[in-house]
């Protein structure tokens, strides 16, 4: 299920007011077991300015979210290897990187890595959702970064408490600058419990077009997704493979 949270909290954060700056602390995080796309390179995918190419996209990603007063936010658990491990944009793998540029008013989004572009299942069910809505909105995870198994660099596993704990102050700021008016989160990530803010799930079954922010209704109107059994699952729950 998908649980739709209204944004009504209010939210005391890290003074952090433009894209530039919010990227620039995220790229300043280092844990172990952990990959930092906007500070890393992976040897044997990336080019070699790839934590650079990516830091630029979140930017302009950002940027674009702004300049086109994105409604929504999107929060799934953790960044993926084959998304945005390899692109720098939530839940966006390479195939679908000229999608997120064009939602966001057309900036630039160019690829980090060498070789074939990569499919992620997760983004192409994200995207074909987002297809569907036609509006704007913002992807996030919950964990901005890509946790790891300690031999496995490009596996994924799901983050811990301690990690959350020391990224999630960033969300709240990133939140602080988007000012969504909704935020749709998969059950299952801690984005709802941290927010401390009401939420009201999606029934198993419930077909409802989603995402839309009608500004007659208020900040406290939830948001729905008109998503099925496996989307919900795959939202949840990051693969490990695709």
């Not at 940027?63 to 491990?85: C, F, H, K, P, Q």
């Not at 990133?174 to 008016?181: A, K, Q, S, T």
Request: glycine share 8%; hydrophobic share 35%.
């Amino acid at each position: 299920m998908i649980a739709a949270v209204a944004v009504h909290v209010s939210i005391e954060t890290l003074a952090l007011k433009t894209p530039q700056s919010f990227v620039a602390a995220l790229s300043r995080i280092r844990l172990r077991s952990v990959f930092n796309p906007y500070a890393d390179r992976c040897p044997e995918y990336d080019r070699h300015d790839a934590a650079r190419i990516r830091r630029r996209n979140l930017v302009r990603y950002l940027e674009g979210a702004l300049e086109t007063n994105v409604d929504t936010m999107w929060i799934a658990r953790d960044l993926g290897y084959r998304s945005g491990r390899r692109t720098g944009i939530p839940i966006t793998d390479e195939l679908h990187l000229g999608r997120a540029a064009a939602m966001m008013g057309g900036v630039q989004l160019n690829r980090a890595t060498l070789g074939p572009p990569v499919a992620e299942r997760t983004s192409t069910v994200v995207w074909g959702m987002l297809a569907r809505i036609g509006d704007p909105i913002l992807l996030w995870n919950a964990f901005p970064l890509h946790p790891h198994e300690p031999k496995g660099p490009l596996s994924n596993r799901g983050h811990t408490r301690a990690e959350r704990e020391a990224t999630w102050p960033l969300t709240l700021a990133l939140i602080g600058m988007v000012h969504p008016n909704r935020i749709v989160a998969s059950v299952g990530t801690p984005s709802m419990r941290s927010l401390g803010a009401t939420c009201r799930c999606t029934p198993c079954g419930t077909r409802a077009r989603a995402g839309r922010a009608s500004s007659s209704q208020g900040s406290s109107t939830s948001t729905r997704s008109s998503i099925g059994p496996e989307e919900r699952r795959l939202l949840a729950h990051k693969r490990s493979s695709s």
